[in-house]
């Protein structure tokens, strides 16, 4: 069956209008991807006729709200294949949830000398947390190198490991270049030294099948918002063995099981990790967002997404002055470049004037961008709802801008 593109377009209102005078093409999709209508009228459903505190309460509409919050937690954990829904702790987003590890399972089991792992591929979300957690703790924070086409050295990542490594925190598809790393291999080397995994799923989760327990990390981390579904929410899965060793992240209402003022007791997971009232409107239309990827099944999605891909470079190679960035083996739908002579902004404002969104600079990844020597890219990454026609109007429009400099 051929992919059911214009049906998909369909469902998504805010890709069928005009900018500065141009039909949008939309490729910005790695920032942050469009919402499905079902996504939108499940917000709109619940204030209209939902809307109530979660949890505790007697009425009904405290009631409806919990089941609807509490469903999503469920679809969450059928979604990643997680063992258990309590596995599944909501927050903000993939920078909230690496933050809350770095603040609890860090604090309390990295120590002086310790070692923590990550990669020249990170988002500044997954970097920056660890280097405060080491500046505070006296730990050392280690780096596993890239190779020219933007894929780890696995070699020396397990150069690397020691018994003093506690923690690998590594990206799952990386947002600038778009690398899938060999994630389970650096699992299970992780833990061969006793070390726990965390996987930054900010990109990958809506490209790949995910199954955290065959991939058997102890961590993962998303945005609702990069999988179709609402902003300022994220998850964090862990699993129960390791959460439960894990002291609180903030503290406040729904985290406590009993509060004296002299002594609390704590809720038990994903409870203990989700103080004060939750972004419930947004929780339970995120459901909606997982429900419309499952119904499409990431193989599908995937294939498509890398038929775009691989017809974009088989269009954008022709164009003389036009320079990909990051061209490993395996990757997600991110096509990183810059065109010769010219700024990567210049050439992401010409194409906003032509109606393609895309982003350029370093993309929240300042130390893979010096490692590769470059100030910035042009990134243009591709959704579900993009079409092999959208990839021919980016190839025209980079042509013709590559000009005004290579002729
Ligand atoms: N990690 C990666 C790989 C990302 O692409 C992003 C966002 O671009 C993040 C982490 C941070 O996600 P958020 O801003 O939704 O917390």
């Not at 964090?236 to 007791?265: A, D, H, S, W």
């Not at 038990?268 to 909606?288: H, L, Q, R, S």
């Amino acid at each position: 069956m051929s992919f059911p593109i214009e049906q998909i377009r369909q469902m998504f209102p805010v890709l069928h209008q005009e900018v500065h005078g141009k039909p949008l093409v939309y490729f910005d999709n790695a920032a942050t991807t469009q919402k499905p209508q079902s996504v939108i009228q499940s917000l709109e459903g619940y204030y209209l006729h939902d809307n109530a505190n979660i949890h505790r309460g007697a009425h009904a509409l405290a009631d409806r709200a919990t089941r609807y919050f509490e469903d999503t937690r469920e679809t969450v954990q059928k979604f990643l294949n997680a063992k258990e829904s309590a596995e599944i702790i909501f927050t903000k987003g993939t920078t909230e949830s690496i933050n809350l590890v770095a603040y609890t399972f860090g604090r309390k089991f990295i120590q002086t000398g310790d070692e923590i792992i990550i990669s020249t591929l990170e988002h500044h979300s997954n970097i920056v947390p660890w280097q405060m957690l080491c500046e505070e703790k006296g730990a050392i924070l280690k780096v596993i190198p890239i190779n020219d086409a933007g894929e780890i050295l696995y070699e020396e990542f397990e150069k690397l490991l020691t018994s003093k490594t506690k923690l690998v925190s590594v990206v799952h598809a990386s947002n600038a270049l778009g690398t899938i790393n060999p994630v389970k291999k650096i699992i299970d080397a992780a833990h061969a030294v006793g070390a726990k995994v965390l996987l930054d799923g900010a990109q990958s989760t809506s490209h790949l099948e995910i199954d955290v327990q065959e991939l058997d990390c102890d961590f993962m981390a998303l945005s609702a918002h990069k999988l179709y579904g609402p902003t300022g929410l994220g998850v964090l899965y862990g699993k129960r063995e390791v959460l439960e060793t894990m002291p609180p992240f903030q503290g406040g209402g729904e985290m406590i099981k009993e509060v004296t003022f002299e002594k609390t007791t704590y809720n038990d997971i994903p409870f203990k990790f989700e103080a004060g009232t939750p972004n419930i409107g947004d929780v339970i239309a995120f459901k909606y967002a997982i429900d419309f990827l499952t119904e499409i099944g990431k193989s599908a999605v995937k294939a498509h997404e890398d038929s775009l891909l691989t017809y974009a470079n088989e269009l954008l190679s022709s164009v003389k002055g036009f320079i990909p960035v990051g061209t490993a083996k395996e990757k997600v739908s991110v096509l990183s470049f810059n065109i010769n002579g010219m700024h990567p902004f210049d050439v992401g404002v010409m194409l906003d004037a032509k109606g393609i969104a895309v982003r350029t600079g370093h993309h929240c990844t300042q130390p893979l961008m010096k490692r590769l020597g470059l100030e910035g890219t042009v990134r243009a990454s591709f959704a579900v709802y993009n079409s092999k026609s959208e990839i021919e109007k980016l190839a025209e429009g980079v042509s013709q801008i590559a000009r005004i400099k290579n002729k």
